[in-house]
């Protein structure tokens, strides 16, 4: 299942203050996945706040023109 730009981005908001709130440290992330439509849409939720900085996020084309986004948060 594929998310729309709008839903990837809603729940990366939802997820950023749970993962400050669950890390032993503010610099403890985990890598997390999302599959999403289009790559523009994987452009938008990288880009949406927190942004993510150099390193912190891999693409992947998959065969049904969707995108798999691994991200650091």
Partial sequence: MSLSAEDAVLLKRAQAPAAAAQ?????????????????????????????????????????NGNVQVYYFL
Avoid: H
């Fill in 23 to 63: 890390a032993v440290a503010p610099s403890v992330k985990i890598w997390r996945t999302v599959t999403v439509a289009t790559p523009a849409a994987a452009v938008a939720f990288l880009n949406a706040p927190p942004p993510q900085g150099a390193g912190e996020a891999s693409l992947s084309d998959l065969p």
